[in-house]
């Protein structure tokens, strides 16, 4: 088998936060690796707003939807917003999803060379964050992430825990890629 970085291998979206506190250095790191993802023609289209004050946390915590209210015990959420032209409207695609999931990519996996793990998710009421946050209205939300300590998974209910423990596969190479031709 071919040698994958450990980190790629190790990344899940977990479920089961600690509320132990995230350092000022280690959100500054995984933000910083965010920063330095590729984009097309180096749009960089991303914004970050980050809630990890007792009082941001809440009002971002109010807009999760009931299937990720394993995500209000997370310490630190990560809103990833940005323009949907995204300054790079190349072939009539949203390039800015692209380069916001590679920024996202960048976050999780500076998360696990540092001990933590992160949660992108699509559950979340954008107009409820965006007006709490006070995110202009030219931009669009494409993901809440949550990061922190992973905790004992039986802080979680039955049902998250089911989820929890039951790893991901993904589709067979050979399913998925394609030499020289389909």
């Known amino acids: 088998m071919v040698e994958i970085l450990e980190e790629i291998m190790e990344r899940h979206s977990g479920r089961a936060y600690s509320d132990k ?14 920063r330095w993802a590729p984009s097309c023609s180096n749009t960089q289209a991303w914004n970050f707003v980050v809630l990890k004050d007792k009082d941001a946390l809440k009002l971002g915590r109010e807009h999760l939807s009931r299937g990720n209210a394993w995500g209000k015990v997370a310490p630190v959420m990560v809103i990833v917003a940005a323009e949907e032209d ?16 590679l ?15 992160g949660h992108p998710t699509a559950g979340w009421k954008e107009e409820g964050l965006k007006e709490s946050l006070g995110i202009p209205d030219k931009f669009r939300i494409v993901t809440v992430v949550t990061f922190g300590y992973q905790a004992d998974l039986n802080s979680l209910d039955t049902e998250t825990r089911e989820k929890e423990t039951t790893r991901t596969s993904r589709r067979p190479f050979d399913e998925v890629v394609h030499w020289n031709k389909w």
Not at 21 to 34: F, K, Q, R, T, Y
Not at 86 to 101: E, Q, S
Not at 105 to 114: C, E, K, P, R, S
């Open 21 to 34: 506190p995230v350092s000022d250095e280690s959100i500054e790191s995984i933000l910083e690796a965010g």
């Open 103 to 117: 920024a996202v990519q960048n976050m999780l996996l500076q998360a696990v060379h540092i001990g933590l793990m």
């Open 86 to 101: 995204g300054g790079c409207p190349a072939h009539g695609l949203p390039y800015f999803m692209m380069d916001v999931g």
